[in-house]
């Protein structure tokens, strides 16, 4: 069976401005909003951004396209279905760390932090998780001595014990969700020069330049045949009812079988 996504599955836009567009290039972005600041001050108008983010209603229907569809399903990821999606793609065969030479035989620097993003994120989706609730975060700026120019996680909506709203980062290399500002603030530790610039995008943002998923990119020989790996994965797996919400979906949850609706492409 031929696992197939439609492009409203994929794709959850948002009209606000802290959300940002999947088609924005994030390095065009991060110069124009870096110049002339401090370190110091990039790092303010990060957190800030993430503090502005939270306090939206992402599942507003003035916010989210996808209210009507998803209004019902679960809408806050807990830490132990966090750390099952976490885990899931540390032993995964296509996305954990051990195959990525695999994927980079020319040894080009490809970490493909954007794959286990993807892989969350249809994760969540494939177990009815609502929409709205997921985005992608970035962070720009030379790390490691300038072996990295940027990386990704795919975030959720979580609580914390108290009840307040906060986002789970769902990055293997912590191996277990972490709140998105501890995320950020781990990685400025790694930062050469301080200047590490925090976005937060929709949840279909492919990577740092200007894509969002499409059958093209994620097909391109230049990947060696990560994604379509991925995708056969999905299609043998069944993973629908891996994640077990306390307030479960008013919706069936979905099957792979759900996804192979006639529709044209994988990605769209």
Not at 214 to 227: D, R
Not at 238 to 257: K, N, Q
């Amino acid at each position: 069976m031929k696992l197939i996504f439609t492009l409203s599955l994929l794709i959850s836009l948002s009209g606000h401005a802290q959300i940002i567009k999947n088609t924005s290039n994030l390095f065009l972005r991060a110069k124009a909003d870096n110049k002339g600041k401090t370190p110091a001050l990039i790092v303010e108008e990060s957190l800030a951004h993430y503090e502005k983010f939270v306090a939206l209603n992402v599942n507003s229907p003035k916010i989210s396209t996808v209210y009507l569809n998803d209004k019902n399903k679960p809408r806050k990821l807990s830490l132990e279905n966090g750390q099952k999606i976490i885990d899931a793609s540390i032993i995964n065969p296509v996305v954990s760390s051990t195959p990525v030479v695999d994927y980079d035989p020319e040894k080009r620097g490809i970490g493909y932090c954007f794959g286990r993003a993807m892989f969350s994120h249809l994760y969540l989706m494939i177990n009815n998780f609502n929409r709205s609730n997921i985005k992608k975060a970035f962070i720009i700026g030379p790390m490691g001595k300038g072996v990295w120019a940027w990386h990704m996680v795919t975030i959720a909506q979580s609580a914390d014990p108290e009840g307040k709203e906060i986002w789970l980062a769902l990055d293997p290399n912590f191996g277990r969700p972490v709140e998105l500002k501890e995320w950020y603030n781990h990685w400025l530790t790694t930062s050469d020069n301080g200047k590490l610039r925090l976005y937060i995008t929709e949840s279909s943002k492919f990577a740092v330049s200007a894509f969002k998923y499409n059958e093209a990119t994620l097909a391109n020989k230049f990947y060696h045949g990560y994604f379509l790996d991925m995708r056969e994965w999905f299609d043998d797996n069944d993973i629908s009812r891996e994640l077990i919400f306390e307030r479960p979906s008013l919706r069936p949850r979905l099957s792979p079988a759900y996804y192979t609706n006639n529709t044209k492409s994988f990605f769209e």
